[in-house]
C-alpha cells in the first residue's frame, strides 16, 4: 500500500484524478489519461504482458523462461516430490533453501537446512504459504540479498536487504535482546515504512533460531535473528547501486526484458568477495518504500521515475 500511495501522490501532483480501491486486498489504482481508462494493480500497469506475473509468481517458472532466454547465474533448483529425491539434492548440495514456489514476501522460506531432520519441516512449513502446495528446494548460495529494480528498461535503484539482528551484551538472551530491541529503538516502527526499520518479527526469529533464542551472546557479539533479509520481520535495507558490478546490473535488466516486465524487482544473492552472484527470484510489483526509505544511504524517489516512464509509454500509444 505504501508504493499505492506514493504513486497515486505523483499522479496527482501531475493533475491527474486517481481512484483507489482495495478489491480483494490488493491496491488497484484507476484513472483516465489521454480520454481512456487506466489501471494500475500493485505497481503493475495494464498493458503488461500477459506473460510477466505468471513468470515473476512461480520460482520454477522464473527458473526455465532464464536459464532459455539469458545467460544470468541461477541457483540449482529442485521441485520437492519425494523424501529420497530431496535428500539426494541435499547431498549434492550441502545446504539447501526450502520456500514455496509461489509466496512471497519471504514467507514460508527457510534458510541453511543441511539434514533431512530440518528439511522435513521446512517443506511442511512452505507448503502453508503455497496456493498450489508445491515447494522448491534451492542450493544455497553464499553473499548478500540484493533487490535490483528495473523500470521500463532502465535499472533505476539497488539496495542490500540485510536480516534481522541485535548485539550481545554477555547477560541478556537472544529473546530478551529482541525484546529489548523492540522495545527501546524508537528506529522501529510497527508497519513497514512507518520508521527506518520495522519491529523484529519474534515468531520469525524463533523459526529460525529454535532453542537458541535462549542462548546469552558475548558482549559485542551480532547475531543474525532471523534467515530472510525481509523489511517486513525487522531487516534493513542499504542502498548500493553505485557499488554492484555492471555485469549484475546488466543481468538485472536482461532478465526483467525476459518476463517482458514494465517494472521489476530482480533479486540476487551477491558476494562482493569474489564477485559471484546468483539471481533468486523476480517480483512483478516490488515495493517502492525499500528503494525510497533505506535504512543506510542515499533515498531514491521511484514514483516520479515510474509516473514519468508510465506516461510515456501512455502517450506512445498514439504513434500507433
Known amino acids: 500500500m505504501v508504493t499505492a500511495r506514493m504513486i497515486m501522490s505523483e499522479l496527482e501532483a501531475r493533475d491527474i484524478v486517481v481512484d483507489a480501491a482495495m478489491p480483494e486486498r490488493v491496491s488497484v ?3 483516465e489519461y489521454n480520454g481512456k481508462p ?49 535428500e539426494a539434492f541435499l547431498h549434492r548440495y550441502g545446504v539447501l533453501v526450502v520456500k514455496p514456489q509461489d509466496g512471497a514476501h519471504g514467507n514460508g522460506v527457510t534458510v ?44 533505476v535503484a539497488a539496495t542490500y536487504r540485510i536480516p534481522a539482528s541485535v548485539v550481545g551484551d554477555g547477560t541478556s538472551t537472544i529473546r530478551q535482546l529482541i525484546d529489548t530491541e ?11 515504512y512507518d520508521k527506518r526499520m520495522n519491529r523484529i518479527d519474534v515468531a520469525a526469529a524463533t523459526r529460525f533460531l529454535g532453542e537458541a533464542m535462549e542462548v546469552v551472546p558475548a558482549g559485542g557479539e551480532k547475531v543474525t535473528v532471523v534467515g530472510t533479509a525481509n523489511i517486513g520481520t525487522g531487516g534493513e535495507s542499504h542502498e548500493c547501486l553505485d557499488e554492484l558490478p555492471e555485469v549484475l546490473t546488466r543481468h538485472a535488466l536482461d532478465a526483467a526484458t525476459a518476463a517482458r516486465s514494465f517494472i521489476c524487482g530482480v ?19 516490488p515495493s517502492f518504500g525499500l528503494h525510497a526509505f533505506p535504512s543506510v544511504g542515499k533515498p531514491t524517489d521511484i514514483a516520479p521515475l515510474y509516473v514519468t516512464a508510465l506516461l510515456k509509454r501512455y502517450d506512445s500509444e498514439g504513434d500507433k
Open 267 to 285: 533479486d540476487f544473492v551477491y558476494d562482493s568477495t569474489t564477485g559471484a552472484y546468483y539471481l533468486i527470484e523476480l517480483n512483478s510489483s
Open 112 to 155: 541453511g537446512v543441511d539434514t533431512m531432520d530440518k528439511l522435513l519441516p521446512a517443506v511442511a512449513l512452505a507448503r502453508q504459504y503455497s496456493a498450489t502446495g508445491r515447494v522448491l528446494l534451492q542450493q544455497m548460495v553464499s553473499g548478500r540479498d540484493v533487490r535490483v529494480l528495473v523500470v521500463d528498461g532502465a535499472v
Open 182 to 192: 523492540n522495545q527501546t529503538n524508537p528506529d522501529r516502527g510497527e508497519k513497514p
Open 38 to 86: 487506466r489501471l494500475i494493480i500493485g505497481c503493475t500497469p495494464d498493458f503488461s504482458s500477459a506473460l510477466t506475473i505468471p513468470v515473476c509468481r512461480s520460482k520454477m517458472m522464473t527458473q526455465w523462461l532464464l536459464s532459455r532466454t539469458t545467460s544470468v547465474p541461477l541457483p540449482a533448483t529442485l521441485v520437492y516430490t519425494t523424501d529420497a529425491e530431496a
Open 29 to 31: 489504482l484507476s484513472f
